[in-house]
C-alpha cells in the first residue's frame, strides 16, 4: 500500500477545515492545514468576529434610544476606538489559532495550495502527500466588471476604516451591505442603498424586510431598487456611480453584490473536478468527482446557505465520513439565519413564502411580540414574530424582527429539530422573567399537545 506523507491533507484553515482537523486529530490521524493568509480563514479574520465585536456599541445605542422619552440619552458611539479595540482584538486571533493548531499537533504549512494529482497538494514548490484531501479555500466578495470598479471598496475594506466617511453608497443590498449600513446609519452618516433586485435582502421574509428598510429611511437612508450599475467615476466632489438612468455620489463605495467560490488555481481542471463561480460540485458525501477529495464550506456548490455554522457542519461530516463512522450522505437539519441590522431579521426552516404558498401543509401564525412584552423587551414594540407550524401542529420554521433574535433563533431551532410538543416545553422550567420565556408562553398553545 502506498505511504502518504498524511492522512488527512486540509486546503484553508477556516471553518470549513479546522473542526474536522481536530476532530480527525483527535481520532488518532496525522492531520495537516495549508494556509495562505491568516490562520482561521475569512469568519475569524474579515468577517462575522470582526463584525460582531465593531456592532456591540450600536444594540445598546439602540436599545438606549427607547428610553429618550423617558429623559435619557443615546450615547454617542466612538467608531475611531473601537476600530483601534477590533484591530488589537481580531488582529490577535490568527497568532492564537497557530498555537491552538499546534497544541493540537496539527501543521499548518503556509503558502498557496495546487493539487497535482489525487493526492499530492503542491505548496510553493513543495509536494506533500495525504490518503485523504479537503478543499476548503472559501469564497471571496464579488466584484462588477464595470468602469471605475477599483473605486468600489469590500467587506475587508469597511471592517478595517479608522475613519467612517461622511457619506457611503452600498452596491447591493444584501446581508453585508444591510449590516453595514446599519452602522453607518447610526454613526449620523449619509447612507444610500442601491440593489438590481427590486428588493432588500431577498433571502429573508418581505414584510420584515420592509419594516427594516422604512426604519433605515426614517433615519435617513435612500434605497433605490431595480438599479443596474455601469460605471463608477472618481471626482473633486467624490465618487459618482451611474445606473441605467439614474447618479448617485458618495464620499466611499461599498461592493456587497455577492460573494465567488475561490476555485482558481488549485489543478481542478487537470483532476477533471468540475467547479464554477457558485463552486466545486460534490455529491451527497461531499466528495469531489475524485473520491478522496472532498469539499467544505464556502467553496462548495450548494443550495443551502454559504454561513460559518454550515461550513463547521460539513467540516465535521467529512471527518466522521473518512473515519467511517458515519457513512450516510449529509443531511442539513433546519438552519438558522440571522441578519445583524438594527434590530435583527432571523429565519429558520419553512420560510414565510414557502408556508403561504403551501396553506394546505402549513398554518402561518403571526405574533405582535413587542406590543405585549414591552414590559420585558426593553420597550422594543416592534418585535415580531411569525411560526409556521405544519398540519400536525410541530413547528417547522419561524421568522423573527427583534434585537434579541439571535438568543431566541437558536433555541427555536432546537424546539424545530428536536420537534417538540406542548408537554415538552411544560416539563421544563424557563427562567422568568425573560424574553425566552414569553416565547414558550406565546409557542405553547401552538403546538401540537404531545
Ligand atoms: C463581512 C462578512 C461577514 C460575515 N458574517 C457572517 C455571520 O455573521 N455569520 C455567518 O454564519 N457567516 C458570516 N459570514 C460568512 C462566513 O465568513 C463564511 O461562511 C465562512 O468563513 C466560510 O468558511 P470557509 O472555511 O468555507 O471559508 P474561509 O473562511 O473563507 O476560509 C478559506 C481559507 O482558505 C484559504 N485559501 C484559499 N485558497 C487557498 C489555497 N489555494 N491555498 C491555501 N489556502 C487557501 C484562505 O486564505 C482562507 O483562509 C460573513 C462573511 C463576510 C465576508
Ligand atoms: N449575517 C450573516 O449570516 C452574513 C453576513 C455577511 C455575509 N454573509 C455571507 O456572505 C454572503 C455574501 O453577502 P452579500 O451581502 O455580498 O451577498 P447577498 O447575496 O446577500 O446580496 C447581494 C446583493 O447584491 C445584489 N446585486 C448583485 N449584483 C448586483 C449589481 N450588479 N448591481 C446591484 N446589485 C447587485 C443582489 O441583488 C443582492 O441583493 C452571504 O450570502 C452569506 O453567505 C453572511
Not at 469564497?139 to 473605486?151: H, N, T, V
Request: some cysteine.
Amino acid at each position: 500500500m502506498r505511504s502518504y506523507d498524511y492522512d488527512v491533507l486540509f486546503i484553508g484553515s477556516g471553518h470549513a477545515c479546522n473542526h474536522g482537523a481536530i476532530a480527525l486529530k483527535m481520532a488518532g490521524k496525522k492531520v495537516a492545514m495549508i494556509e495562505e493568509d491568516k490562520n482561521g480563514g475569512t469568519c475569524t479574520n474579515y468577517g462575522c468576529d470582526a463584525k460582531i465585536l465593531l456592532d456591540g456599541p450600536f444594540v445598546y445605542q439602540e436599545g438606549f434610544a427607547r428610553y429618550n422619552d423617558l429623559g435619557m440619552q443615546t450615547p454617542d458611539i466612538n467608531w475611531k476606538n473601537l476600530m483601534a479595540y477590533k484591530k488589537k482584538l481580531i488582529g490577535a486571533f490568527s497568532p492564537l489559532l497557530g498555537q491552538a493548531f499546534e497544541k493540537y499537533g496539527i501543521e499548518v504549512i503556509k503558502g498557496h495550495g495546487t493539487l497535482t494529482d489525487a493526492h499530492t497538494v503542491n505548496v510553493d514548490g513543495k509536494n506533500y502527500t495525504a490518503e485523504y484531501i479537503v478543499i476548503g479555500t472559501g469564497a471571496r466578495d464579488s466584484s462588477l466588471p464595470i468602469e471605475g470598479a477599483k473605486y468600489m471598496h469590500h467587506s475587508k475594506d469597511f471592517l478595517d476604516l479608522d475613519e467612517m466617511p461622511e457619506s457611503l453608497l452600498f452596491v447591493g443590498a444584501g446581508v453585508i451591505s444591510m449590516e453595514f449600513a446599519s452602522m453607518a446609519l447610526a454613526l449620523g452618516k449619509k447612507v444610500t442603498v442601491i440593489d438590481f433586485a427590486p428588493r432588500a435582502l431577498a433571502q429573508y421574509p418581505s414584510d420584515y424586510v420592509n419594516m427594516m428598510v422604512k426604519k433605515m429611511e426614517d433615519l435617513g437612508a435612500t434605497f433605490s431598487f431595480n438599479q443596474s450599475v455601469q460605471k463608477v467615476e472618481k471626482t473633486d466632489a467624490g465618487y459618482i456611480v451611474y445606473t441605467q438612468d439614474q447618479t448617485f455620489i458618495a464620499d466611499y463605495i461599498v461592493e456587497g453584490t455577492g460573494r465567488v467560490a475561490n476555485v482558481e488555481n488549485l489543478g481542478l481542471e487537470a483532476l477533471g473536478i468540475e467547479a464554477s463561480r457558485r463552486g466545486i460540485v460534490v455529491n451527497e458525501y461531499m466528495q469531489t468527482s475524485v473520491e478522496n477529495i472532498y469539499a467544505s464550506g464556502d467553496v462548495v456548490d450548494k443550495r443551502i446557505p454559504k454561513l460559518t455554522p454550515t461550513a463547521e457542519f460539513e467540516s465535521n461530516y467529512i471527518a466522521y465520513h473518512i473515519l467511517g463512522m458515519n457513512p450516510n450522505p449529509i443531511t442539513y437539519p433546519a438552519i438558522p439565519n440571522l441578519v445583524f441590522t438594527l434590530p435583527r431579521i432571523a429565519q429558520v426552516g419553512v420560510t414565510v413564502d414557502e408556508a403561504e404558498a403551501h396553506p394546505e401543509l402549513y398554518r402561518v401564525e403571526r405574533i405582535p411580540f413587542g406590543v405585549s412584552n414591552e414590559w420585558v423587551n426593553n420597550r422594543e414594540k416592534e418585535a415580531h414574530y411569525t411560526f409556521i407550524l405544519d398540519k400536525e401542529g410541530y413547528l417547522v420554521g419561524a421568522a423573527i424582527y427583534s434585537s434579541e433574535a439571535a438568543t431566541i433563533l437558536d433555541f427555536i431551532t432546537l424546539i424545530i429539530n428536536k420537534k417538540m410538543t406542548a408537554l415538552d416545553l411544560a416539563s421544563m422550567i424557563f427562567a422568568f422573567p425573560t424574553q425566552t420565556y414569553q416565547v414558550v408562553f406565546a409557542l405553547k398553545p401552538l403546538l401540537k399537545k404531545a
